[in-house]
C-alpha cells in the first residue's frame, strides 16, 4: 500500500475529528460564546450543510482539474476554517467557518477517494479505501474524545488548534507523497450529463432519503449526547470523553459487522441495522437517568447506526451505477443532509422544554421512518426487479465500477456481487460476466 494513501487517511483523520468533535466540546463552546446549547448545536448542522452542498458541487466542479492540486488546495482551505474558529470572536464567525470547513471537507473526500484508488491496483482498491474510512473510524475513536478532554482542561478553542496541527501534517504529507496523477480521459473520462440521469430513478430517491433519515436519527442524539450524560444521566464532565470513546469503538465494530453481511443480505442489514437503533434509541430515552444504561446504550447505537454504512452506500451504487461520480457524492449529500436535520430537530426539542430523552425518542421515530422507506424500496425493488438505468449501466467496464465503489468507500465485492445479481434479473448476463 503507498504511503500516499496512508496520508490520505491521516487527512481524513483529521477532517473526521472536526466533524464530530463539537459533541464533546458543546457545553464549554456555548458558555463562552454565550448561546444555548440548541445554538450551539446548529453548528453541527453548519458543517453539514456545507458537506451537503459542497459534495456533489465539488465533485461536479474538479472533475477536469489535477487531483494533486484540487487536494493541496482544499486541505489548505479546511486548515485556515480551523484556524479561523479558534480564533472566532463571535458566534457568527465560528458558524461562517464550520461551513466553508464543510465545503472543503466535501470536496476532499471526493477527490481524495479517486486518487486513493488510482494509486493501487484494482484487487488492492477496497484496501485503499478502507485506510481512508478507517481514517474516520479513528476520528470517532480517538480524535473525538481526545478534543473532548483538550476542551474541558484547555479551553474548547484548543481542540481547533489541534485539528489544524493535524491538516498541517496532512498537507505537508499529500504534497510529499501523493504524486501528479492525470485527469481520467476516454472511457474513463466522466460526463456530467449522463451522470445526472440518474436522478430519475424513484430507487434512488428512496435510497437517498433512507441514508438520510438514518444520518438525522443518529445525530440527533449524538449531537446531544454530552448534556444527555451530564444533566440526565448525571456523569461527570470528564467521564464524556470515555463514552464517545465507546461510541466509537461501536462505530468500528458495526462497520466490521455490516461490511461482512451486507452482500448477502442488503436490505436485512439496513432494516435490521436502522430498526435495532430505533430500538436502541426507544430504550435510551426509557432509561436516560440511569448511567449505567446510558453509557452501554451510547456503545451499541454506535454497533448499530454504523452496521448499516456498508449497505447503505453499496445500495446508492447499485442503483447508480451509471454515474460513478456523483453515487459518492450523493451518498455523502445524503448522510449529511441527515446530520443537518437530526441536530436542527433535536435542538427545537430542547428548546420547547421537553427534555433531552425527547431528544431520544424523536430520533427513534426518524429510524422508523427509514425502516419504512427501506420497506417501500424493498416492494419497489420486488415488483420491478431492476429499474431501467441500473440494467443500462450494468455493463460499465470494470475499471469504472470499481473506481465508483471506491469513491463511495465501498467494498468492492459487496459491489460486484449485487451488480451482478442485478444484471442476471434483467437478463444481461454478458454484461454481468464483465461486472
Known amino acids: 500500500m503507498p504511503l500516499a494513501v496512508y496520508v490520505l487517511g491521516l487527512s481524513v483523520f483529521a477532517l473526521g475529528t472536526s466533524e464530530f468533535m463539537l459533541s464533546g466540546i ?10 444555548t446549547i440548541p445554538q450551539a448545536g446548529l453548528l453541527v448542522s453548519a458543517f453539514a450543510i456545507g458537506m451537503v452542498v459542497g459534495a456533489p458541487v465539488l465533485a461536479g466542479a474538479t472533475l477536469q482539474l489535477p487531483r494533486r492540486t484540487t ?6 482551505v479546511f486548515g485556515l476554517g480551523q484556524v479561523a474558529g479558534a480564533v472566532a470572536p463571535s458566534y457568527g464567525v465560528l458558524f461562517v467557518s464550520r461551513v466553508v470547513s ?3 471537507c466535501a470536496g476532499f473526500w471526493a477527490v481524495g477517494a479517486a486518487v486513493a484508488v488510482s494509486l493501487v491496483p484494482v484487487t488492492a482498491r477496497a484496501r485503499a479505501m478502507a485506510v481512508m474510512v478507517g481514517g474516520l473510524s479513528v476520528a470517532n475513536i480517538a480524535g473525538v474524545p481526545a478534543g473532548a478532554l483538550l476542551g474541558q482542561h484547555a479551553g474548547w478553542r484548543s481542540a481547533f488548534w489541534a485539528v489544524a496541527v493535524l491538516s498541517a501534517v496532512g498537507l505537508v504529507g499529500v504534497i510529499a507523497l501523493v504524486p501528479r496523477t492525470a485527469v481520467p480521459t476516454g472511457d474513463e473520462r466522466p460526463v456530467l450529463r449522463r451522470e445526472l440521469s440518474i436522478y430519475r430513478d424513484k430507487q ?8 438520510a433519515l438514518n444520518g438525522a436519527a443518529v445525530f440527533a442524539l449524538f449531537s446531544y449526547l454530552a448534556p444527555l450524560l451530564t444533566d440526565t444521566a448525571g456523569l461527570a464532565e470528564g467521564s464524556v470523553p470515555t463514552v464517545l470513546a465507546l461510541f466509537g469503538v461501536g462505530a468500528l465494530i458495526g462497520t466490521f459487522v455490516g461490511g461482512r453481511i451486507a452482500d448477502a443480505h442488503p436490505f436485512g442489514t439496513i432494516i435490521g441495522g436502522i430498526g435495532a437503533s430505533a430500538t436502541v434509541l426507544a430504550l435510551l430515552a426509557l432509561t436516560a437517568q440511569n448511567s449505567v444504561a446510558a453509557i452501554t446504550l451510547s456503545l451499541l447505537l454506535g454497533v448499530t447506526a454504523f452496521a448499516t454504512a456498508p449497505a447503505l452506500n453499496a445500495r446508492m451504487f447499485n442503483v447508480a451505477t451509471a454515474a460513478p461520480t456523483l453515487a459518492g457524492a450523493t451518498t455523502t449529500s445524503a448522510f449529511n443532509l441527515g446530520n443537518t436535520i437530526g441536530p436542527w430537530l433535536g435542538g427545537l426539542v430542547i428548546s420547547a422544554g421537553w427534555g433531552y430523552p425527547a431528544v431520544a425518542w424523536t430520533a427513534s421515530a426518524l429510524a422508523a421512518l427509514g425502516v419504512a422507506t427501506t420497506l417501500v424500496a424493498l416492494r419497489l425493488h420486488r415488483t420491478k426487479s431492476t429499474s431501467r438505468l441500473v440494467a443500462s449501466s450494468a455493463g460499465t467496464p470494470q475499471h469504472t465500477t470499481a473506481h465508483a465503489a471506491g469513491t463511495a468507500g465501498t467494498v468492492d465485492a459487496a459491489h460486484t456481487a449485487e ?9 444481461t448476463v454478458e454484461a454481468a460476466d464483465r461486472s
Request: aromatic share 2%; net charge positive.
Open 26 to 35: 458543546l457545553q464549554p463552546l456555548a458558555r463562552d460564546m454565550g448561546v
Open 71 to 76: 487536494l493541496i488546495a482544499l486541505l489548505t
Open 102 to 104: 464543510a465545503l472543503a
Open 204 to 211: 434512488v430517491w428512496l435510497a437517498l432519503i433512507g441514508t
Open 419 to 427: 451488480t451482478a445479481r442485478t444484471a442476471q434479473a434483467a437478463g
